[in-house]
């Protein structure tokens, strides 16, 4: 490779870099600023102990190196109100025994009532979800036809 590919990719790594950072903590001002309005108490900080006090929900159970961030809490409305970013990774090893990390970001809202629910999990449709549609199993349209197609 030569010396002008090489700086050429350093740079682009740095600047990737750069835009991760920006936006990461244009995430959190912007949380922080919720919180502000809101009466919510906001930690940017990891928290690791939170997947632990919600580990009925199954995606805080998945992978390794677990942790909550951005995290939004208080009562609200007379409800307990919990809201945050998670972080878990998980690992493949490729046909020549290279391991590599594989980082996951999902964001939580919990509202905490005093009955008892099963988990919703909304996201996105997948290749198996439309095979199961195929097969019988409906979802759920929402109002609003623009959700409904992302989701």
Do not use: C, W
């Amino acid at each position: 490779m030569g010396p002008v590919i090489f700086v050429g990719v350093i740079a682009i790594v740095i600047v990737l870099g750069v835009l991760g950072y920006l936006s990461a903590k244009k995430r959190r001002e912007a949380m922080a600023a919720l919180a502000a309005r809101l009466g919510l108490r906001f930690s940017p900080h990891n928290d690791r102990d939170l997947a632990r006090r919600y580990a009925f929900l199954a995606k805080l159970r998945t992978g390794s190196n677990r942790y909550a961030f951005n995290t939004l809490q208080a009562t609200y409305k007379g409800h307990d109100v919990t809201a945050f970013d998670y972080h878990y990774e998980t690992y493949s090893t490729d046909s020549k025994g290279n391991r590599q990390t594989h980082h996951h970001y999902f964001s939580f809202f919990i509202l905490r009532l005093p009955a008892s629910f099963p988990e919703l999990v909304i996201a996105r449709e997948g290749f198996f979800s439309k095979i199961a549609q195929a097969f019988g199993y409906d979802d759920i349209d929402f109002e609003s036809h623009e959700f409904s197609r992302k989701f």
